[in-house]
């Protein structure tokens, strides 16, 4: 079956550090997303991508970097993690910008000391 | 400032009674609207939508109704059963917006047996 995965599934690191947070899905789905949830504020898009090459900022993108040189995969790095990052991420994925359904990764818990 | 708001961090109900779950909007723009439900340790899933030119949407026991004058809908789930007990999120998109999703910050619904 078709999926998406997220690892690590959880992470403790120090303040900073760089961190890279992995997304990979196997449905060929052009749009990708990345999520923070924290209590309160729901998910939060931090970054997102339409295609190969393609990478846009969402809401709170300061301090995250995202790359997409294969469909399957965008990685979420965290360049020097701080405690303000300490959350739980959510990749997502989509076949297109049409109104259809976000499949939603299980999430990666990161803590940062 | 959030354009989705659930203004119910928490919800408790009785097993076989109606859950009501609210959520407001700001953006005049938003024409598709849907619900998530996430359970812990999981991402979230995707449970029903509805379009702006509909004021209702039934999906079993779950009922999405829409009041775009009151910039206002909300989820009803008749008769709540144990397992429906979980974090629910609201979230808006506009097309002129390549149907980018805004989540509200959830409202954890506890059935009780």
């Known amino acids: 079956d078709a999926e998406i995965t997220q690892s690590p599934r959880h992470k403790i690191t120090e303040t900073g550090r760089q961190v890279t947070l992995a997304c990979h899905q196997t449905?060929?789905?052009?749009?990708m997303f990345w999520y923070r949830q924290d209590l309160g504020h729901g998910l939060r898009l931090i970054h997102y991508?339409?295609?190969?090459?393609?990478?846009n900022k969402g809401e709170v993108s300061d301090g995250y970097s995202v790359s997409r040189s294969n469909t399957e995969d965008l990685p979420l790095t965290l360049e020097s993690a701080a405690s303000s990052q300490t959350s739980v991420y959510f990749c997502?994925?989509?076949?297109?910008?049409?109104?259809?359904?976000?499949?939603f990764g299980e999430g990666s818990r990161l803590t940062v000391l | 400032d959030q354009q989705v708001k659930q203004n119910s961090p928490s919800l408790s109900v009785q097993e076989g009674r109606i859950s009501i779950l609210n959520c407001d909007y700001t953006?005049?723009?938003?024409?598709?609207f849907l619900w998530y439900k996430k359970y812990p340790a999981e991402g979230p899933t995707f449970l029903i939508s509805?379009?702006?030119?509909?004021d209702k949407n039934e999906d079993g026991r779950f009922t999405v109704f829409l009041n775009k004058s009151a910039k206002h809908l909300s989820l009803h789930i008749v008769p709540s059963q144990p397992g429906d007990s979980a974090v629910y999120f609201c979230?808006?998109?506009?097309?002129?917006?390549?149907?980018?999703?805004?989540f509200g910050g959830g409202t954890r619904l506890m059935v009780k047996p």
């Open positions: 979230a808006a998109s506009a097309h002129n917006a390549g149907n980018m999703l805004t």
């Open positions: 449905w060929n789905h052009n749009n």
């Open positions: 509805i379009s702006s030119i509909k």
């Open positions: 991508s339409y295609g190969v090459q393609d990478t």
């Open positions: 953006n005049s723009m938003f024409d598709y």
């Open positions: 997502a994925s989509r076949v297109d910008r049409g109104t259809g359904e976000l499949f």
